[in-house]
């Protein structure tokens, strides 16, 4: 096994082990909560799926990008929700119910959306892509939905277990993750600088902060609802859009390249979102009276 096949393999366990982590606080009927709230589901879902799918369009016939770049913004667009997000998201003031549910619920949608969404640009943006749904039904079932399941499963069945397991395990995961993000980042940052000067940084940015305000706009009058779908909605699953980006382009680098850059972009940029997000949403210390002499 080479190097870069090491730290490919602990990023996937990884993020396996975040998901499972965070599963093994849900309760089953969380993960089905927007199901009995179809208005909020389906703005959920246009907001993550319609409304970013046109951005990044906008994005790719306006601005001189790279055609594998400008396929990398659509496969964002299309991927679900992150599975290392559920954290973030509450840290933002979301409620866990929420927010499980809508990681849950887009990525069902998912497998099902983006061989759709492909057929449909085919027509508009003839580019002869053809996205097998098998393919992508088992990369988000391993990456998002296989996790989550057991997680909530081994959470149901063994209450107490999961709870003294679900924070260490969360703890090593994310020091995995950060292992290996960090060596493969090192060994394509050439790769991403090559993509600095060309548009691609600004497209990526501007993909980022008008998710985030898209998602603000539309998350409804709760204040945490609109944290969740905002970052939710600028923050989009890696794994799924080099996925697709490479069934496109299988030997491209740039796609690699671009989706690292993605990454990098939204953590900075969602960052000051979360942190005026938690003051917003943390209550301000009641005023003492001073007694009277």
Known sequence: MTLAELVVLVLKVSIAMMVFSVGLGTRPSELTTLLRVPAKLVGSLVSMNLVMLAIALALALLLPLHHPVKV?????????????????LIRAGGGHDYV????????????????????????????????????????????????TLAGVLVGAAAPRVAARLAGPLGKVAGLLLLA???????????????????????????????GLVVGHLIGGPGPGDRSVLALATACRHPGVALGVARLVFPTEQATAAAVLLYLIVSLVATTPYVAWRRKALTPEAPLTATPAR
Do not use: C, E, H, Q
Not at 111 to 127: E, K, Q, S, T
């Open 72 to 88: 990398v913004l659509i496969a964002l667009a299309l991927s679900p929700v992150p599975p290392i997000l559920p954290r973030k």
């Open 100 to 147: 499980m549910a809508l990681l849950f619920s887009a990525s069902v949608f998912a497998i099902f959306w983006i061989p759709f969404a492909a057929v449909v640009l085919n027509r508009f943006f003839p580019a002869d892509i053809r996205i097998p749904p098998l393919a992508i039904a088992r990369l988000v079932s391993m990456t998002v939905l296989g996790p």
């Open 180 to 210: 290996g993000a960090g060596l493969l980042i090192a060994k394509a940052a050439p790769a991403m600088m090559a993509l600095v000067g060309d548009g691609t940084l600004l497209a990526i940015a501007l993909f980022v902060l008008l």
